[in-house]
């Protein structure tokens, strides 16, 4: 036996799985993973190998739930040793088990990425054995994909908490972005749904990713052709309405994940009810679908719109307004603030402004500096007028002769209607988007 | 009151950059007092207006590229690069709206003319080039290729704005040792890659799809996807209105996992 452990033969197995069969099983568990984007890393084609990567990320297709389908997004193996009491594939669950070969994962990507199916792989893994023979192969895998594939496209992978160092710091060689899951909000959630879990082996490695990321700058500072360690930067999941947390608490958690882990993205994923546990919601409660589009958001608004948690909430006021939309909200509150001057206003302020997105703001900005813009000239540059005008004056006047009045303007807005990512037929807030861009606040 | 004068070019981008140059020449020659008073048109108009001059244009590459060299020295590669787009767009107010912004660009010695959108020609230019930015966008997206036989891949594309050569581009870029080709129906042109060396546009190829042969893996990689597809759906998240509104229709005839 051992000439054939060390060769790469494989012994005759009743059991194998086809390429069609592995593929079903670990992409349907991996589909919980909420982060798909492709973004943050430009990287331009070298003229010889496959691939390149555009900063803003790149969506394929969108599944028949609206999200965009961006990576492959595969699990490894969904063996696992945990038994996080909300996941599939935990270990107490008896459920058809499967495991790609780092070889099958490369031919797939590969096959995927030059027929334009897809953007590059995300990849993730239940915990084979133990961290860090579950991190050594993802590592085998893109070290392969890289070197032997010769693969230039996105990859994004996980770091498994609990997994040697060295090992992690490795695959932040080959990964343009890697995440580690929070998982839950806070330290007592996790204890009581992820026995196996911790919250400090879970910070662990997001802080050594962080310092990697900190000294790999610094390396590409001194030699330019240091390999770089993920470039798109680092971002994390936390599960939605398992368990109690305020949306205020949610909120802080991630702020602080943005200002001292620096985090590019934090995500957020409604509860799915998959197993029936005492300590979880039974499984045919709805998804909290609503809450998790108020909570992107809201983190929409702390990344790019210059707001901090305290000023969307309180510990008087934990949780979002079902009916608006953050932003609106907080303007409604702060009507003293308004109206704006769109010909005067300074970028913070007009980034306030209901119905004015990062994008009108930076046209306004700077069309004003060459002419006078009147109400006709923004809804060009895409400002939604119907929400904008209560709050805004062109010239000193406002568009129509409205009231600066919480429930006049509160009243008109909600029968304007927020264009949600619902259903058409579905008035029950049910359905919502994943789908990366909120769009206009 | 002064005559006005149309100048009708041919619908592509030498057509319109020649237009310019054209645009230039005339008021020139003619001592005509401003821009305003010339025009330019990718068709005859259906109702010839009154004191009004039309003028054909012939395309000449040459003319055309000195243009593309002063609008790129003059008005920078971004500003160049969202001109080109906003003359690929099929809208028939994209001729005057790229040539009078660019009047205004060089009058400014304004690199960022197109951030001037209190004026109403850089504002049809905005439309022009974001359409057909757009456009551009989603083929990068949604463009499916199928391996052929000998190694070729082949996508089908079907384009409202002449948007082929800014997909070319995408792709020559990520997949340089590959050999494709993708065919715009609508405009019935294909942009071929050959490995490693520059892509270019054809027109008028003898083309039979239903003569291709495909790789003995392409059906299986299909199939693949159209699963991966499948199993990555949420059931509990259900939502084909909004699966809609992202990847509206008329993209999904030509994209594999939407295949029956
Ligand atoms: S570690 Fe926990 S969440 Fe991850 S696969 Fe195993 S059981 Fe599931």
Redesign the interface.
């Known amino acids: 036996m051992q000439l054939l452990e060390s060769t790469s033969v494989e012994l005759y197995n009743p059991q194998r799985k086809s390429?069609?069969e592995k593929?079903?099983i670990l992409?349907?568990a991996?589909?919980?993973d909420v982060a798909c984007t492709s973004s943050g890393v430009e990287r331009?084609?070298?003229?010889?190998?496959?691939?390149?990567c555009k900063a803003a990320g790149?969506?394929?297709?969108?599944?028949?739930?609206?999200?965009?389908?961006s990576l492959?997004?595969i699990l490894m193996s969904n063996e696992c040793v945990y038994d996080c009491k909300y996941c599939a594939n935990r270990r107490s669950n008896d459920i058809e088990r499967a495991t790609f070969t780092p070889d099958e994962i490369c031919e797939?990507t590969i096959?995927?990425y030059?027929?334009?199916?897809i953007e590059g792989l995300f990849l993730s893994s239940g915990i084979v054995n133990n961290p860090s023979y579950t991190m050594e192969l993802l590592y085998v895998t893109l070290y392969k994909l890289r070197h032997e594939y010769r693969f230039r496209g996105y990859i994004h992978v996980k770091g498994i908490p609990g997994a040697d160092a060295a090992l992690i710091r490795q695959t932040g060689y080959l990964a343009d972005r890697m995440s580690v899951n929070l998982e839950l909000p806070t330290a007592e959630s996790l204890e009581r749904l992820a026995p196996n879990k911790h919250r400090k082996t879970i910070l662990t490695p997001m802080r050594q990713i962080q310092n990697g990321i900190e000294q790999g700058k610094n390396e590409l500072a001194l030699y330019k052709n240091a390999p770089t360690f993920v470039p798109a930067g680092q971002s994390t999941q936390m599960i939605i309405g398992a368990t109690p947390e305020s949306d205020y608490q949610i909120m802080s958690v991630a702020e602080g994940l943005y200002d001292k882990f620096g985090l590019k993205r934090v995500f957020y994923s409604a509860y799915?009810g998959i197993n029936e546990d005492k300590e979880l919601p039974a499984p045919q409660t709805a998804?909290p679908?609503l809450r998790e589009h108020r909570l992107y958001q809201a983190d929409w608004l702390l990344r790019f719109y210059r707001f901090r948690v305290d000023e969307l909430l309180s510990e008087k006021r934990p949780n979002f307004n079902i009916l608006l939309d953050p932003k609106c909200d907080w303007a409604l509150r702060h009507l003293e603030q308004f109206p704006v001057e769109i010909n005067k206003a300074d970028y913070s302020m007009l980034l306030r402004v209901p119905g004015v997105g990062v994008k009108s703001a930076q046209?306004i900005c700077?069309?004003?500096?060459?002419?006078?813009?009147?109400f006709d000239?923004l809804k060009?540059?895409g400002v939604v007028l119907k929400r904008a005008l209560y709050f805004i004056t062109c010239g000193g006047r406002m568009m129509y002769n409205t009231k600066l009045d919480e429930d006049y303007i509160t009243r008109n807005l909600l029968s304007a209607q927020e264009k949600l990512?619902?259903?058409?037929d579905?008035i029950t807030y049910k359905?919502?988007?994943?789908?990366d861009c909120v769009g206009q606040l | 009151m002064a005559n006005e004068t149309v100048l009708i070019c041919e619908d592509s981008l030498d057509g319109v950059f020649t237009g310019i140059y054209e645009a230039y020449r005339f008021k020139k020659d003619n001592a005509v007092e401003s821009h305003d008073l010339i025009h330019l048109a990718v068709k005859e108009p259906s109702a010839q207006r009154l004191f009004t001059d039309y003028i054909n244009i012939e395309t000449s590459p040459e003319k055309a590229a000195k243009v593309s060299r002063t609008l790129k020295k003059s008005l920078g590669e971004t500003t160049y690069h969202n001109l080109c787009l906003a003359a690929s767009a099929t809208f028939e107010e994209k001729a005057d709206a790229v040539y009078h912004t660019v009047v205004l660009g060089l009058k400014e010695h304004d690199a960022n003319v197109l951030d001037r959108l209190y004026d109403s020609y850089v504002q049809s230019a905005f439309k022009c080039y974001r359409a057909a930015g757009n456009e551009a966008n989603h083929f990068i997206e949604f463009t499916r290729f199928s391996e052929l036989d000998n190694g070729i891949l082949y996508a089908k594309i079907s384009a409202k704005h002449h948007v082929l050569p800014f997909v070319m581009y995408h792709f020559a870029d990520r997949l340089p040792a590959n050999n494709f080709v993708i065919y715009d129906e609508a405009a019935q042109t294909f942009g071929l890659h050959p490995s490693f060396k520059a892509w270019y546009l054809a027109q008028g190829m003898n083309f039979d799809e239903n003569s291709i042969n495909y790789s003995d893996t392409e059906k299986e990689y299909q199939e693949l996807f159209k699963r991966f597809c499948s199993s990555i759906a949420i059931e509990e998240r259900k939502n084909l209105s909004l699966q809609q509104s992202l990847l509206p229709l008329r993209f999904r005839p030509n994209m594999t996992e939407f295949h029956v």
């Open positions: 390429i069609m593929l079903s992409t349907d991996a589909k919980y331009a084609g070298n003229g010889r190998d496959m691939g390149n790149i969506c394929h297709s969108f599944s028949s739930d609206g999200r965009c389908i492959l997004k797939l096959n995927f030059k027929r334009n199916y799915v998804s679908l046209r700077k069309a004003r500096r060459s002419g006078v813009l009147c000239d060009k540059m990512p619902f259903d058409k579905g359905q919502l988007s994943l789908f």
